[in-house]
């Protein structure tokens, strides 16, 4: 297993466009979990899948933003309508449950213009 | 919410210094400090996990140590070398399995 892949690496689009990110953890994790990095802070949570369940979903997640994992394997992100302030690096993290560990993949960036 | 601060936010240094960085957090609020390498274009790399008060770690030329009953932990690079360079997160997990709170990182350059 090659690690916790996503793509695309990088998204530019216009404001009042809809973007989706995909996330493919390591195989045998159930848990996988989604951060994002704006400029100049450190990553924050936004939300986590146990398999398909969607366990906590942190404030930052607004309703123009959903997540999914239909099967328990890969995840998307979608958000709606973007805005600039949605412009940042989009972490997807995986591991085992009650683990200490959690295994990043490189990020996808968005830029909205 | 919970506060972690890392120091200095960036550290340009030499090749062949040595250098350290500071994570601090709640000490009343711990169950395992993690730090990360994050190098440019790549996914951010576990370094350590800690868990116990006292805690000493090494890899190579990085170690760090765990002060949980003050709630600090500081990394080492020994010898710096450029492939050092990237940014150094910490991050606390307050139970297994779930999120982590990740400090604002600390950018070091080592200037061959």
Same mark, same amino acid.
């Given at each position: 297993d090659t690690g916790v892949s996503q793509d695309p690496r990088h998204k530019i689009t216009k404001r009042g466009q809809n973007v989706t990110f995909r996330c493919d953890p390591?195989?045998?994790?159930n848990r996988l979990y989604w951060y994002r990095q704006t400029l100049g802070q450190g990553p924050e949570f936004l939300t986590y899948f146990q398999n398909e369940a969607q366990l906590e979903k942190s404030r &930052? &997640?607004?309703?123009r933003f959903s997540a999914e994992r239909p099967k328990g394997s890969f995840s998307t992100l979608e958000i709606q309508r973007?805005?600039?302030?949605?412009s940042a690096m989009y972490l997807c993290a995986s591991s085992w449950t009650d683990a200490y560990e959690q295994y990043f993949g490189p990020g996808t960036r968005l830029t909205v213009t | 919410i919970l506060n972690v601060e890392q120091s200095p936010q960036s550290l340009h240094v030499q090749e062949g210094d040595s250098t350290n960085f500071t994570c601090s957090f709640? %000490? %009343?609020?711990?169950?395992a400090l993690h730090w990360y390498r994050w190098e440019t274009a790549k996914s951010p790399e576990a370094l350590f996990v800690m868990t116990l008060n006292g805690d000493e770690k090494k890899k190579g030329r990085i170690s760090a140590t765990l002060n949980t009953k003050e709630g600090y932990s500081y990394l080492y690079i020994k010898g %710096?070398?450029?492939?050092?360079s990237a940014t150094y997160l910490c991050a606390l997990g307050l139970n297994t399995g779930n999120q982590f709170y990740f400090g604002t990182g600390t950018s070091l350059t080592v200037i061959p």
């Open positions: 390591i195989s045998e994790h &930052l &997640l607004s309703d973007t805005e600039q302030g949605d | 709640p %000490s %009343s609020n711990f169950y %710096s070398q450029p492939e050092d």
